[in-house]
């Protein structure tokens, strides 16, 4: 991996696995977002493993969503919902200890998106899937 010069006084470069995750969550690629997040996840030792976690589940659980969408009368998609909203809480569980912002993400709103889509999933008893494919999820790192 190319090494990248560090400025004193700036933020250091972001690990390219960890971009990679905005990349493909934003394009609605889920499953791609948590494979690309897990390599720098697996090689990470410090504090920020957990922060990584964090990440790879909710990606996980808008695998499930989109499944659960795309085929809601399958055997196996169908019951979905339940580990989504699980995935939700335990993502945002391994995130909120670096609220309210790490790595420049904003992680207080990120554990408010995975709450109220968890208690939504929850509260209309594990029928309603809030994954709309025409208005998906964009989540964007500071500047």
Not at 10 to 17: A, F, R, T
Not at 79 to 89: E, H, K
Not at 101 to 118: E, I, N, P, S, Y
Request: aromatic fraction near 10%; glycine fraction near 4%; charge should be positive.
């Amino acid at each position: 991996m190319k090494k990248t010069s560090h400025v004193p006084g700036c933020s250091p470069p972001l690990d390219p696995c960890y971009l990679a995750w905005f990349a493909h969550f934003n394009a609605g690629e889920y499953y791609e977002a948590h494979d690309a997040l897990e390599v720098l996840w697996l090689r990470t030792r410090s504090a920020d493993r957990d922060f990584f976690k964090g990440l790879i589940q909710i990606a996980g659980a808008f695998v499930h969503l989109r499944k659960q969408r795309e085929h809601p009368s399958h055997a196996k998609h169908s019951t979905r919902l339940r580990p989504a909203a699980r995935l939700f809480l335990s993502g945002k569980n391994h995130l909120a200890r670096y609220s309210p912002v790490h790595l420049r993400l904003d992680v207080a709103a990120v554990c408010v998106l995975c709450d109220t889509l968890a208690h939504g999933i929850e509260h209309s008893g594990f029928t309603d899937n809030p994954w709309n494919p025409a208005k998906p999820p964009h989540i964007a790192l500071a500047t």
